[in-house]
């Protein structure tokens, strides 16, 4: 995870840095996105197919990712490499972490973008470790079911940074971003309100688990549409706060988001663990967990992602867009 650090800031940085286009920044965002979520759901097939192999699986899973990731790295240093040549250069003066906090502190479109991204990777990294727990446990889906219902979500995400993408160029990024999250808002509602299958019958076995079996799918759709704004638009917001500084310092904002990502999902992963072993939930038990367990599992994938995805269109209030999306 530090080598991955040590890529990804400088690559995240580049986007604020080849281009003064807002329109292409989001697009160069869009793409970057594109490639990830392509990505997961490669992995995600991947562990499908190979995982329930057992230990021979695991070991073609490795080769398989790691041959993967060293070719498509070089590959990207290697398609950046001449238009990096052209990006503004560092000062060579590092800057202690005192001045770095006084310099973020005095930047008030940072800490809206900051804001924006810390409580949307917190509802979104909420909601993907409990995703399984609720259609096994919530949903009673069959354990076979339950990965490969995911990608529906990794499909309609993809989908939607291309969607959000047209929206903000035509619309504003702000636009893009009160109607995604609107549909992710809908999308946790929708999962707190679904009627779970029968589970002793098969998912397709009776009529009530073909309606409840689609109304799942359209909720994860609807919730990948929306999601794909917590990916799109605070990286693409990013690039304004790094021009409202004088030095434009990309990669010190940069690094300071990818610490914020990583607070975020820290955050996330420790309250969900805290609020499942206090609502009683209990692994061992798999199918047979409290109401108390149930009702915070249903908690975790609706109301309490709403609420963060809410307050971070409160953060946005008053973002100077003013036309910047126009912009050639």
Same mark, same amino acid.
């Given at each position: 995870?530090?080598?991955?650090?040590? +890529?990804?800031?400088?690559?995240?940085?580049?986007?604020?840095?080849?281009?003064?286009?807002?329109?292409?920044?989001?697009?160069?965002?869009?793409?970057?996105?594109?490639?990830?979520?392509?990505?997961?759901?490669?992995?995600? +097939?991947?562990?499908?197919?190979? +995982?329930?192999?057992?230990?021979?699986?695991?070991?073609?899973?490795?080769?398989?990712?790691?041959?993967?990731?060293? +070719?498509?790295?070089?590959? *990207?240093?290697?398609?950046? &490499?001449?238009?990096?040549?052209?990006?503004?250069?560092?000062?060579?003066?590092?800057?202690?972490?005192?001045?770095?906090?006084?310099?973020?502190?005095?930047?008030?479109?940072?800490?809206?973008?900051?804001?924006?991204?810390?409580?949307?990777?917190?509802?979104?990294?909420?909601?993907?470790?409990?995703?399984?727990?609720?259609?096994?446990?919530?949903?009673?889906?069959?354990?076979?079911?339950?990965?490969?219902?995911?990608?529906?979500?990794?499909?309609?995400?993809?989908?939607?940074?291309?969607?959000?993408?047209?929206?903000?160029?035509?619309?504003?990024?702000?636009? &893009?971003?009160?109607?995604?999250?609107?549909?992710?808002?809908?999308? *946790?509602?929708?999962?707190?309100?679904?009627?779970?299958?029968?589970?002793?019958?098969?998912?397709?076995?009776?009529?009530?688990?073909?309606?409840?079996?689609?109304?799942?799918?359209?909720?994860?759709?609807?919730?990948?549409?929306?999601?794909?704004?917590?990916?799109?638009?605070?990286?693409?917001?990013?690039?304004?706060?790094?021009?409202?500084?004088?030095?434009?310092?990309?990669?010190?904002?940069? &690094?300071?988001?990818?610490?914020?990502?990583?607070?975020?999902?820290?955050?996330?992963?420790?309250?969900?663990?805290?609020?499942?072993?206090?609502?009683?939930?209990?692994?061992?038990?798999?199918?047979?967990?409290?109401?108390?367990?149930?009702?915070?599992?249903?908690? *975790?994938?609706?109301?309490?992602? &709403?609420?963060?995805?809410?307050?971070?269109?409160?953060?946005?209030?008053?973002?100077?867009?003013?036309?910047?999306?126009?912009?050639?």
């Amino acid at each position: 995870m530090a080598l991955y650090t040590c +890529v990804n800031l400088p690559y995240s940085a580049l986007a604020a840095e080849l281009t003064s286009s807002t329109q292409l920044r989001t697009q160069l965002n869009a793409s970057r996105f594109t490639g990830s979520i392509l990505a997961g759901l490669a992995g995600l +097939v991947l562990g499908a197919l190979l +995982v329930g192999q057992g230990a021979e699986g695991y070991l073609r899973m490795g080769w398989v990712s790691g041959l993967t990731l060293t +070719v498509f790295t070089l590959l *990207c240093c290697w398609g950046l &490499a001449p238009f990096a040549r052209n990006c503004q250069r560092p000062t060579g003066h590092p800057e202690p972490i005192r001045r770095q906090l006084q310099r973020i502190s005095a930047n008030p479109r940072f800490l809206k973008v900051l804001g924006l991204y810390l409580l949307l990777w917190c509802a979104l990294q909420l909601m993907q470790p409990v995703s399984l727990i609720f259609l096994a446990v919530v949903m009673q889906l069959p354990e076979s079911w339950s990965t490969w219902i995911l990608i529906p979500f990794q499909l309609s995400a993809l989908a939607g940074l291309q969607l959000w993408s047209r929206v903000a160029g035509r619309h504003g990024r702000v636009c &893009a971003l009160r109607w995604g999250t609107g549909l992710w808002i809908a999308g *946790c509602l929708g999962a707190s309100l679904l009627v779970p299958l029968d589970g002793s019958t098969a998912p397709l076995g009776s009529f009530s688990n073909g309606i409840s079996l689609g109304l799942l799918v359209l909720t994860i759709m609807v919730t990948g549409l929306g999601a794909s704004t917590a990916y799109l638009i605070p990286w693409a917001l990013l690039p304004d706060a790094i021009d409202a500084d004088p030095d434009k310092p990309a990669g010190l904002y940069t &690094a300071w988001m990818v610490v914020t990502q990583k607070l975020g999902i820290g955050v996330a992963v420790f309250a969900l663990g805290n609020g499942l072993s206090l609502s009683g939930y209990q692994a061992s038990l798999e199918l047979a967990q409290p109401t108390t367990a149930l009702t915070t599992i249903r908690l *975790c994938m609706g109301l309490i992602p &709403a609420v963060l995805i809410a307050a971070g269109l409160l953060v946005m209030r008053r973002w100077p867009e003013k036309g910047l999306h126009r912009q050639p």
